[in-house]
């Protein structure tokens, strides 16, 4: 049921055209303060704006932390102050906006409260942005991590974000890490994956779980070029490991312990569901859905015929065609069953879904669409197609029901319930938003966080 209208045909990921006429306006009024290509002009901000050397800082303790948080929390943020902006550090930019100044795919960027969490392949960075402090970078200990990708193309950073999960009532931020042992003799070095949890409150190390990986004899270099925290449920983390054919480790948090590995390429975990290919993930029909806690089989298709499965929530997965729908179409998958529900058979040939964390899928095509579905029932709650109506909108985060983007006018919010516009001048279009904090782009070329002040 369509209740609004749009008009201009472009990228749902990309601003309009006033927008970016806005954007190379202030660019060029600031290039003697801007950096080029992804770095952060880090030398031309003052201290209040800046991030402190980690190396004058000593690790908050708990109460500090509770003290920091003295932001107004609003649930979910709608107006952000573009004048405090926090610069943060060029990993969480690089090899991720193009130079349009869109995201080309997700930030490595946690929000936690007030501090943002930046994982890169060596390291993961802690700034808290309602101080402007770096706190102490936490690295991997068991061997030699894999090199940092800061001069890479847009789209070629394969490091993703850390996760946020609830263990006894506490918040840990938990990221992976590849490292790579000494080769001794004959004896070729091994990898090993490094996971370590962080108290979300204080930026400090709470355990590492280190397990050493199998040769990957298979795979043509020999090694795993990355890993990625995919999910979690019932405190057992779920691991996809870059390597041919493929690999996945749970790791159990309240055992710190793995609780089990196998030749699996996980694509998402729903609810107490791991849902991937059970071998080379590459042009492979076969799909299966795990059990989170132990790997054991939920279901299994081997001629199932779908690809690119992403997270839709607590209980479903979603994509967009498939080897047997080569016109497109939106579908979702019930992570614990299989079972495939078409919602826009071969009407859409590509686009993206966001979950909010509640109860509704945010999703986009390529021509400026805009729908969402109730991650409860599965059916449709709204849809927006292109008509003079309405300006497209290209969506840059989805949460707690609020659709950020950007329209031809300027960054707006919508109501994720209605797709109506709920705020018309936010300040920014965050790409990762929680109650206190926003990310965006800042004029430097690089992100800062802006903080919630409506």
């Known amino acids: 049921m369509a209740i609004g209208t749009y008009t201009d045909r ?185 996971l370590v949890a962080v108290d979300a409150a204080t930026g400090a190390e709470a355990f590492r779980v280190v397990s050493e990986l199998p040769i990957p004899e298979e795979d043509a270099e020999g090694r795993y070029a990355n890993a990625v925290a995919k999910g979690e449920s019932g405190g057992v983390v779920v691991v996809d490991l870059d390597v041919y054919p493929a690999y996945t480790v749970a790791v159990d948090l309240n055992a710190q312990a793995v609780a089990w590995e196998q030749v699996f390429a996980t694509e998402a975990v729903a609810g107490d569901t791991v849902v991937g290919i059970p071998g080379e993930r590459d042009f492979n029909r076969h799909h299966s859905g795990l059990a989170v806690a132990d790997g054991t089989v939920k279901w299994d298709a081997p001629d199932f015929g779908y690809e690119n499965l992403r997270p839709a929530g607590p209980k479903y997965v979603y994509g967009f065609g498939g080897y ?67 300006s497209s909108v290209g969506i840059t985060a989805v949460w707690h029901g609020a659709v950020y983007g950007n329209a031809e006018n300027g960054p707006v919010v919508l109501d994720a319930l209605t797709g109506a516009d709920a705020e018309t001048a936010p300040g920014i279009a965050p790409w990762v938003v929680d109650e206190y904090v926003g990310i965006a782009q800042d004029p430097s070329g690089g992100v800062s966080t802006y903080p919630a002040i409506g």
């Open 10 to 194: 472009v990228s749902p990921s990309v601003p309009g055209r006033k927008a970016n006429d806005i954007i190379m306006k202030i660019r060029a009024a600031l290039c003697c303060l801007a950096a080029s290509g992804l770095l952060l002009a880090s030398a031309c901000s003052d201290k209040s704006g800046t991030i402190e050397d980690p190396a004058e800082e000593s690790a908050a303790t708990s109460d500090e932390a509770v003290e920091e948080i003295e932001a107004d929390p609003f649930d979910p943020p709608m107006r952000f102050d573009t004048a405090a902006g926090v610069p943060l550090p060029e990993e969480a930019a690089a090899g991720n906006i193009n130079l349009a100044g869109n995201a080309v795919q997700p930030l490595p960027v946690a929000l936690s409260g007030t501090k943002a969490f930046i994982a890169s392949a060596d390291r993961l960075q802690i700034v808290d942005a309602a101080t402007a402090e770096a706190l102490p970078a936490i690295v991997p200990e068991s061997g030699t991590p894999m090199d940092p990708a800061l001069t890479v193309f847009a789209g070629d950073n394969p490091i993703q974000a850390p996760i946020v999960v609830t263990l006894d009532g506490k918040d840990l931020v938990v990221v992976p890490f590849l490292t790579t042992g000494e080769a001794v003799g004959t004896a070729v070095a091994h990898q090993s994956l490094e």
């Open 324 to 390: 047997d729908h080569i016109d497109g179409g939106l579908y979702l998958v019930e992570a614990a069953t299989g079972t495939v529900t078409s919602l826009e058979a071969e009407e859409r040939d590509s686009g993206t879904c966001r979950f909010d964390g509640q109860t509704t899928l945010v999703c986009n095509d390529t021509w400026g669409w805009l729908g969402a579905v109730n991650t409860e029932t599965g059916e449709w709650a709204w849809e927006l197609d292109p008509t003079p109506e309405r």
